[in-house]
């Protein structure tokens, strides 16, 4: 992955999340009524996000967990509620303010260290669980790859993440998000097959140590990730 390639990038996602979508980020990813695409999106995001809750410990006391890409927080928080002592990063500072207005009354809130940066900065030290739900999905396979071995590097227990799976509805979702405004458009979404993605991971001299477990597709009207879960040989 070339600095420059996931600098752009991030710069470009930094933009959008921060600005041209937080408030439509921050309705979804409440209980606020939204439209029935959108609709689809947020309850294809529960299931996404229940599916990764689902393959971590039940109980996480003791356990360090980043949150790559934490959005407004709401994986974050659920770790925290099993134990767990969560760093939250996002590249939006305006979504992590709204993850902190989130924290409930009843949640000590000294377990949840949410920050704006970058989910790669070796300062945030090591964990025992990485999650980075849909913070992978506008990066390239070869960046993605890239990207989950310097994860890897800081993890002991197990790396969940998502990517946008190559499959003709996404496809032609893609095509229609093209013809919005170019000032409304999300950054390009970068669909891999999962094939490919599973060879390219397990090809990376980088993740030696470590093999893919679980998997799980969630597609849900205008919402389509696939799930990988990778933890050491």
């Known amino acids: 992955m070339s600095v420059a390639t996931y600098l752009e990038r991030r710069g470009e996602l930094q933009t959008y999340f921060d600005r041209t979508a937080v408030d439509a980020w921050s309705r979804l990813t409440s209980d606020a009524p939204v439209g029935r695409i959108r609709a689809t999106v947020r309850a294809g995001r529960d299931e996404m996000r229940n599916t990764l809750l689902s393959w971590l410990p039940a109980n996480l006391s003791g356990a360090r967990l980043l949150d790559?890409?934490?959005?407004?927080?709401?994986?974050?928080?659920?770790?925290?509620?099993?134990?767990?002592?969560?760093?939250?990063?996002?590249?939006?500072?305006?979504?992590?303010?709204?993850?902190?207005?989130?924290?409930?009354?009843?949640?000590?809130?000294?377990?949840?260290?949410?920050?704006?940066?970058?989910?790669?900065?070796?300062?945030?030290?090591?964990?025992?669980?990485?999650?980075?739900?849909?913070?992978?999905?506008?990066?390239?396979?070869?960046?993605?790859?890239?990207?989950?071995?310097?994860?890897?590097?800081?993890?002991?227990?197990?790396?969940?993440?998502?990517?946008?799976?190559?499959?003709?509805?996404?496809?032609?979702?893609?095509?229609?998000?093209?013809?919005?405004?170019?000032?409304?458009?999300?950054?390009?979404?970068?669909?891999?097959?999962?094939?490919?993605?599973?060879?390219?991971?397990?090809a990376d001299e980088n993740l030696e140590r470590w093999q893919l477990g679980r998997g799980r597709r969630v597609a849900n009207g205008f919402y389509i990730s696939h799930a990988l879960e990778m933890i050491p040989r």
Do not use: K, W
Not at 133 to 158: E, F, K, Q, W
Not at 166 to 178: C, E, K, P, Q
């Open 68 to 202: 790559a890409g934490c959005g407004t927080g709401a994986l974050s928080i659920e770790a925290a509620r099993r134990g767990a002592r969560v760093v939250a990063i996002d590249l939006s500072p305006t979504l992590v303010s709204v993850a902190r207005e989130r924290i409930p009354a009843d949640l000590d809130s000294s377990t949840l260290d949410f920050r704006s940066g970058d989910m790669l900065d070796p300062r945030l030290g090591t964990f025992d669980f990485v999650v980075a739900m849909d913070s992978l999905i506008h990066y390239r396979p070869a960046d993605i790859c890239r990207i989950v071995a310097g994860l890897a590097m800081r993890t002991n227990a197990a790396l969940l993440v998502t990517f946008a799976p190559r499959t003709a509805a996404l496809s032609v979702m893609h095509a229609v998000g093209g013809l919005f405004p170019r000032g409304d458009r999300a950054p390009a979404i970068e669909p891999v097959a999962e094939q490919t993605l599973r060879r390219l991971l397990l």
